[in-house]
């Protein structure tokens, strides 16, 4: 058995960073545990490139390239519990993800970005959030959508309440990230 941080087992891999959030979910489930605090992958075009010795001190300033600046936020959503929040540049951090070649990569994150108007009819403009659908389909997030799977509250002050059946709603796949460069 070998440690994950064992030099041999680093060898042959190329090591590059990305953005993520963690979900800042609070509610519970019917068991008392947390329904959220799950890792949210961010978009992220052209990740940084760091090697062994970095991963062994600091990476602190490697990090930073992939983080936003001071004033951005935006709404994130959770996929897997549903709650929607406004995330700042405090909430995205730095992680680091093995890949097995040399190259410029995006980041895994499978980011939809969701726009609907609010169900108040006098609210404008429509509301717009991002989720990463890792490991799901755009459909698997329509059905989200349409059994009202997402809950939170949008800039405007009003509770999330998306219809499938609403022609307001769009969906588009974002690839690069979420702040201007």
Known sequence: MYHPWDLKFLEGYFWYITPFAFCRNQHFDHFGEPR???LIP????????????ELQGEIEEKSRLVLPPADWKALIGC???GF????????VD???VPKESEAVFHSDAVCICVEVRCADKRCEPPAKWYVDISGATENDLRQCLQQNHFFGTLPCGHEIRTML?????RTSRQMNRLWPR
């Not at 992220?44 to 010795?53: R, S, V, Y």
């Open 36 to 38: 959220g605090r799950g």
């Open 42 to 53: 961010l978009p992220f075009d052209n990740l940084p490139q760091t090697n062994i010795d």
């Open 79 to 81: 996929c897997e519990c």
């Open 84 to 91: 929607v929040d406004t995330y700042t540049a405090e909430d």
């Open 94 to 96: 730095g992680v680091i």
């Open 165 to 169: 059946d609403k022609p307001s709603l």
